[in-house]
Protein backbone atom coordinates (compact mmCIF):
# COMPACT_ATOMS: atom_id res chain seq x y z
CA UNK A 1 0.00 0.00 0.00
CA UNK A 2 3.14 2.40 1.23
CA UNK A 3 4.51 1.74 -2.34
CA UNK A 4 1.52 2.30 -4.62
CA UNK A 5 1.15 6.04 -2.86
CA UNK A 6 4.79 6.77 -3.31
CA UNK A 7 4.48 5.90 -6.68
CA UNK A 8 1.28 8.14 -7.32
CA UNK A 9 3.01 10.90 -5.33
CA UNK A 10 6.00 10.54 -7.70
CA UNK A 11 3.60 10.50 -10.88
CA UNK A 12 2.14 13.80 -9.88
CA UNK A 13 5.30 15.25 -8.94
CA UNK A 14 7.30 14.39 -12.89
CA UNK A 15 3.25 15.86 -14.23
CA UNK A 16 3.73 19.18 -12.35
CA UNK A 17 7.47 19.66 -13.30
CA UNK A 18 7.44 18.44 -16.97
CA UNK A 19 7.66 20.98 -19.40
CA UNK A 20 4.86 22.08 -21.45
CA UNK A 21 4.22 20.14 -24.79
CA UNK A 22 4.76 21.72 -28.09
CA UNK A 23 1.73 23.17 -29.73
CA UNK A 24 1.32 20.31 -32.88
CA UNK A 25 2.96 21.55 -36.10
CA UNK A 26 1.36 22.86 -38.92
CA UNK A 27 1.73 22.49 -42.51
CA UNK A 28 1.81 25.49 -44.64
CA UNK A 29 1.05 25.16 -48.46
CA UNK A 30 3.01 27.58 -50.30
CA UNK A 31 0.88 30.03 -52.61
CA UNK A 32 -2.14 28.18 -51.57
CA UNK A 33 -3.86 27.37 -54.67
CA UNK A 34 -0.97 28.53 -57.08
CA UNK A 35 1.24 26.19 -55.31
CA UNK A 36 5.06 26.10 -56.88
CA UNK A 37 4.84 27.74 -59.79
CA UNK A 38 5.91 31.13 -61.69
CA UNK A 39 3.76 32.90 -59.88
CA UNK A 40 0.71 35.49 -61.18
CA UNK A 41 2.38 38.74 -59.98
CA UNK A 42 5.62 39.17 -58.63
CA UNK A 43 5.09 39.66 -55.07
CA UNK A 44 2.41 36.71 -55.24
CA UNK A 45 4.74 34.59 -52.27
CA UNK A 46 5.75 37.84 -50.25
CA UNK A 47 1.87 38.61 -50.14
CA UNK A 48 0.46 34.74 -49.06
CA UNK A 49 3.56 34.85 -46.75
CA UNK A 50 2.19 38.52 -45.07
CA UNK A 51 -0.54 36.31 -43.95
CA UNK A 52 0.44 33.88 -41.97
CA UNK A 53 2.34 32.73 -38.70
CA UNK A 54 5.65 30.43 -39.32
CA UNK A 55 6.80 28.62 -36.17
CA UNK A 56 9.61 26.50 -35.36
CA UNK A 57 8.55 22.79 -36.07
CA UNK A 58 5.98 24.12 -38.67
CA UNK A 59 6.50 22.51 -42.26
CA UNK A 60 6.48 24.19 -45.79
CA UNK A 61 4.83 22.22 -48.79
CA UNK A 62 6.08 23.43 -52.09
CA UNK A 63 3.48 21.48 -54.54
CA UNK A 64 5.52 21.46 -58.41
CA UNK A 65 5.99 18.87 -61.08
CA UNK A 66 9.26 17.10 -60.85
CA UNK A 67 11.69 18.34 -63.52
CA UNK A 68 9.54 22.05 -63.78
CA UNK A 69 10.40 23.41 -60.77
CA UNK A 70 13.31 22.98 -57.52
CA UNK A 71 12.94 24.56 -54.13
CA UNK A 72 16.84 25.87 -53.46
CA UNK A 73 17.16 27.32 -50.13
CA UNK A 74 19.87 30.49 -50.40
CA UNK A 75 21.30 32.88 -47.89
CA UNK A 76 19.57 36.66 -47.91
CA UNK A 77 21.88 38.09 -50.80
CA UNK A 78 21.42 35.40 -52.73
CA UNK A 79 17.79 35.41 -52.10
CA UNK A 80 17.38 39.16 -53.70
CA UNK A 81 20.25 38.69 -56.50
CA UNK A 82 18.63 35.43 -57.02
CA UNK A 83 22.01 34.06 -57.39
CA UNK A 84 21.97 29.94 -57.67
CA UNK A 85 25.40 29.28 -56.73
CA UNK A 86 26.26 28.08 -53.23
CA UNK A 87 22.70 26.60 -52.39
CA UNK A 88 22.02 25.64 -48.80
CA UNK A 89 20.06 22.51 -49.68
CA UNK A 90 18.30 22.03 -53.10
CA UNK A 91 15.17 19.71 -53.77
CA UNK A 92 14.58 18.49 -56.89
CA UNK A 93 11.49 16.27 -56.43
CA UNK A 94 8.26 17.51 -55.86
CA UNK A 95 6.10 18.02 -53.76
CA UNK A 96 9.02 18.99 -51.15
CA UNK A 97 8.16 19.14 -47.83
CA UNK A 98 10.12 21.37 -45.74
CA UNK A 99 10.73 21.63 -42.20
CA UNK A 100 11.29 24.74 -40.05
CA UNK A 101 13.49 23.50 -37.51
CA UNK A 102 14.68 26.62 -35.51
CA UNK A 103 13.50 30.13 -35.32
CA UNK A 104 14.81 32.81 -37.73
CA UNK A 105 14.91 33.68 -41.66
CA UNK A 106 14.46 31.21 -43.89
CA UNK A 107 14.75 31.81 -48.01
CA UNK A 108 13.63 29.61 -51.23
CA UNK A 109 13.92 30.16 -54.50
CA UNK A 110 13.63 28.00 -58.02
CA UNK A 111 16.81 27.82 -59.37
CA UNK A 112 15.27 27.04 -63.34
CA UNK A 113 16.51 29.84 -65.34
CA UNK A 114 13.93 33.24 -65.31
CA UNK A 115 11.86 31.55 -62.88
CA UNK A 116 13.20 33.43 -59.70
CA UNK A 117 13.03 36.98 -61.38
CA UNK A 118 9.29 36.39 -62.39
CA UNK A 119 8.72 36.03 -58.64
CA UNK A 120 8.86 32.21 -57.64
CA UNK A 121 10.51 33.13 -54.34
CA UNK A 122 9.73 33.09 -50.91
CA UNK A 123 10.90 34.26 -47.62
CA UNK A 124 9.39 33.56 -43.93
CA UNK A 125 10.48 34.65 -40.91
CA UNK A 126 10.10 31.81 -38.36
CA UNK A 127 9.51 32.78 -34.15
CA UNK A 128 9.97 30.08 -31.43
CA UNK A 129 6.90 28.04 -29.97
CA UNK A 130 7.27 30.55 -26.80
CA UNK A 131 7.59 33.93 -28.22
CA UNK A 132 4.55 36.54 -28.63
CA UNK A 133 3.06 37.35 -31.95
CA UNK A 134 4.48 40.44 -33.28
CA UNK A 135 1.48 43.87 -32.82
CA UNK A 136 0.92 46.13 -35.03
CA UNK A 137 1.37 49.86 -33.77
CA UNK A 138 -1.20 52.15 -33.86
CA UNK A 139 -1.09 54.66 -36.65
CA UNK A 140 0.10 58.19 -35.61
CA UNK A 141 -2.89 60.81 -34.71
CA UNK A 142 -3.67 63.50 -37.09
CA UNK A 143 -5.58 65.32 -34.42
CA UNK A 144 -3.77 68.74 -33.36
CA UNK A 145 -2.13 68.80 -30.06
CA UNK A 146 -3.73 70.91 -27.41
CA UNK A 147 -1.31 73.76 -26.01
CA UNK A 148 -0.44 72.70 -22.90
CA UNK A 149 -1.53 75.06 -19.90
CA UNK A 150 0.65 77.20 -18.35
CA UNK A 151 2.58 76.48 -14.94
CA UNK A 152 0.81 76.68 -11.67
CA UNK A 153 2.55 78.89 -9.29
CA UNK A 154 0.19 77.91 -6.53
CA UNK A 155 -1.14 81.47 -6.51
CA UNK A 156 -4.00 82.97 -8.60
CA UNK A 157 -2.59 85.24 -11.37
CA UNK A 158 -2.94 88.96 -10.18
CA UNK A 159 -5.30 91.19 -12.37
CA UNK A 160 -4.42 94.32 -13.73
CA UNK A 161 -5.40 97.30 -12.18
CA UNK A 162 -8.14 99.15 -13.96
CA UNK A 163 -6.63 102.26 -15.95
CA UNK A 164 -8.57 105.91 -14.94
CA UNK A 165 -10.48 107.96 -17.67
CA UNK A 166 -10.40 111.36 -17.19
CA UNK A 167 -14.29 112.52 -16.95
CA UNK A 168 -15.86 114.38 -19.69
CA UNK A 169 -15.35 117.99 -20.44
CA UNK A 170 -18.27 120.20 -19.72
CA UNK A 171 -18.51 122.11 -22.61
CA UNK A 172 -18.18 118.68 -25.09
CA UNK A 173 -15.11 117.50 -26.96
CA UNK A 174 -15.16 120.18 -29.52
CA UNK A 175 -15.55 123.31 -26.85
CA UNK A 176 -12.45 125.05 -26.73
CA UNK A 177 -10.94 127.52 -24.56
CA UNK A 178 -11.48 131.33 -26.00
CA UNK A 179 -8.38 133.64 -25.89
CA UNK A 180 -7.73 136.30 -23.59
CA UNK A 181 -8.79 139.73 -23.19
CA UNK A 182 -6.56 142.85 -24.17
CA UNK A 183 -5.24 144.28 -21.49
CA UNK A 184 -6.72 147.95 -20.84
CA UNK A 185 -4.94 150.89 -21.73
CA UNK A 186 -2.96 152.65 -19.50
CA UNK A 187 -4.87 155.58 -17.96
CA UNK A 188 -1.78 158.10 -17.71
CA UNK A 189 -1.03 157.59 -20.95
CA UNK A 190 -4.53 158.48 -22.40
CA UNK A 191 -4.27 161.74 -20.16
CA UNK A 192 -0.54 162.38 -21.51
CA UNK A 193 -2.03 163.14 -24.96
CA UNK A 194 -5.11 164.74 -23.72
CA UNK A 195 -2.74 167.30 -21.89
CA UNK A 196 -0.91 168.18 -25.29
CA UNK A 197 -3.45 168.95 -27.45
CA UNK A 198 -5.03 171.10 -24.50
CA UNK A 199 -2.04 173.13 -24.55
CA UNK A 200 -1.39 173.45 -28.11
CA UNK A 201 -5.20 174.50 -28.45
CA UNK A 202 -4.84 177.23 -25.72
CA UNK A 203 -1.48 178.55 -27.22
CA UNK A 204 -3.28 178.89 -30.21
CA UNK A 205 -6.29 180.87 -28.99
CA UNK A 206 -4.02 183.49 -26.81
CA UNK A 207 -2.47 184.16 -30.06
CA UNK A 208 -5.93 184.82 -32.20
CA UNK A 209 -6.68 187.56 -28.77
CA UNK A 210 -3.87 188.94 -29.26
Known amino acids: ?????????????????????????????V????????????????????????????????????????????????FD???????????????????????????????????????????VTVRSQSSPPPTTAPPPSNKPKKPSPPPHSGHPPKASPPTATPPPSENGPSAQTPPAAPPPRNSATSLGGFGVFFSAGLTIAVALIY
Open 81 to 123: SCATTNPISSTKSGPARITLTDAGSRHFICSFAGHCGTGQKLS
Open 31 to 78: GDSIGWNIPPEPTSYSDWAATKTFLAGDILLFNFTTGQHDVTEVTKAS
Open 1 to 29: MAAKSILAAVVLLLAVVAPPRMASAATHT
